[in-house]
């Protein structure tokens, strides 16, 4: 842990977009399934700092709704990542709760395979202590997508009576996302020399701090999170006021 800023000085919600376990991989000579496997290892070193470090929230873009258009032997070797990783989490699920440390996905989980369907509802745990940090892992997950399902949610109570679209809010739309009650990103994160959020909380990101590096997802470690957080302590966040 390098010299963190002052918790009144820490973000609390984290986005990190990973990316760069394809050109990682090839750049060694090997599989881009190698990269993912080297990337999901960093998830989870980076994900445990964060409940180290007492970040409320992290949010990490694991698999977008386009992703599936990738080789299907890639999308595969991704999948069986991510099932290791639950079998693993559902295991230690109620010592990581009592520690403060739970687990979200967001995205359609419907529409994934159906054995990591299950074991994602499995995995899944309420907060029970004070200071818990959430480890969001956005799956098949898409921002736009993400407001049209918040706004066909609105459009149902508007339909059936309960509501008066004159009266809409923000807060509403905010209130049927995936991150409804969670405090939105203070600091998004992308690696791999990419300047683009690619459709990640689209709707939350409206005021975050942006924060890039041209390091490659597996070899992102703590000292670059640290970096990145002492950087975004520097700025001056006005939220468009003064
Ligand atoms: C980004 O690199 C990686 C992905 C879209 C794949 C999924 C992420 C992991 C395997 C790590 C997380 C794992 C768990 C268990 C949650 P890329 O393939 O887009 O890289 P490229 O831009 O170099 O092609």
Same mark, same amino acid.
């Given at each position: =842990?390098?010299? /963190?800023?002052?918790?009144?000085?820490?973000?609390?919600?984290?986005?990190?977009?990973?990316?760069?376990?394809?050109?990682?991989?090839?750049?060694?000579? /090997?599989?881009?399934?190698?990269?993912?496997?080297?990337?999901?290892?960093?998830?989870?070193?980076?994900?445990?700092?964060?409940? @180290?470090?007492?970040?409320?929230?992290?949010?990490? $873009?694991? !698999?977008?709704?386009?992703?599936?258009?990738?080789?299907?032997?890639?999308?595969?070797?991704?999948?069986?990542?991510?099932?290791?990783?639950?079998?693993?989490?559902? *295991?230690?699920?109620?010592?990581?709760?009592? #520690?403060? $440390?739970?687990?979200? !996905?967001?995205?359609?989980?419907?529409?994934?395979?159906? @054995? /990591?369907?299950?074991?994602?509802?499995?995995?899944?745990?309420?907060?029970?202590?004070?200071?818990?940090?959430?480890?969001?892992?956005?799956?098949?997950?898409?921002?736009?997508? *993400?407001?049209?399902?918040?706004?066909?949610? /609105?459009?149902? #109570?508007?339909?059936?009576?309960?509501?008066?679209?004159?009266?809409?809010?923000?807060?509403?739309?905010?209130?049927?996302?995936?991150?409804?009650?969670?405090?939105?990103?203070?600091?998004?994160?992308? =690696?791999?020399? @990419? $300047?683009?959020?690619?459709?990640?909380?689209?709707?939350?990101?409206?005021?975050?701090?942006?924060?890039?590096?041209?390091?490659?997802?597996?070899?992102?470690?703590?000292?670059?999170?640290?970096?990145?957080?002492? @950087? $975004?302590?520097?700025?001056?966040?006005?939220?468009?006021?003064?």
């Amino acid at each position: =842990m390098g010299n /963190l800023p002052p918790k009144e000085l820490m973000p609390r919600h984290i986005g990190i977009i990973m990316d760069g376990n394809g050109r990682w991989a090839e750049s060694r000579g /090997l599989s881009r399934s190698e990269g993912h496997v080297a990337g999901a290892k960093v998830f989870r070193t980076i994900s445990d700092y964060c409940h @180290e470090i007492g970040i409320e929230v992290v949010t990490f $873009y694991a !698999f977008s709704t386009e992703n599936w258009k990738r080789p299907i032997d890639e999308v595969t070797a991704i999948m069986k990542l991510f099932k290791e990783y639950l079998v693993e989490a559902d *295991e230690i699920k109620y010592e990581r709760q009592k #520690q403060g $440390y739970i687990l979200r !996905f967001l995205g359609d989980i419907k529409g994934v395979p159906k @054995e /990591l369907h299950h074991l994602i509802d499995k995995t899944q745990l309420d907060s029970t202590v004070e200071n818990t940090t959430i480890v969001n892992i956005a799956l098949n997950y898409g921002g736009r997508a *993400e407001i049209v399902q918040s706004v066909k949610k /609105l459009a149902e #109570q508007v339909k059936s009576g309960k509501l008066n679209p004159k009266k809409i809010t923000e807060d509403d739309i905010s209130a049927g996302l995936y991150t409804a009650g969670m405090p939105e990103p203070d600091l998004i994160i992308r =690696m791999s020399g @990419e $300047y683009r959020l690619s459709n990640f909380l689209t709707w939350q990101s409206a005021y975050s701090e942006l924060w890039f590096t041209d390091v490659l997802w597996p070899d992102f470690t703590t000292d670059d999170l640290d970096r990145a957080i002492i @950087e $975004y302590a520097k700025r001056h966040r006005r939220f468009g006021g003064r």
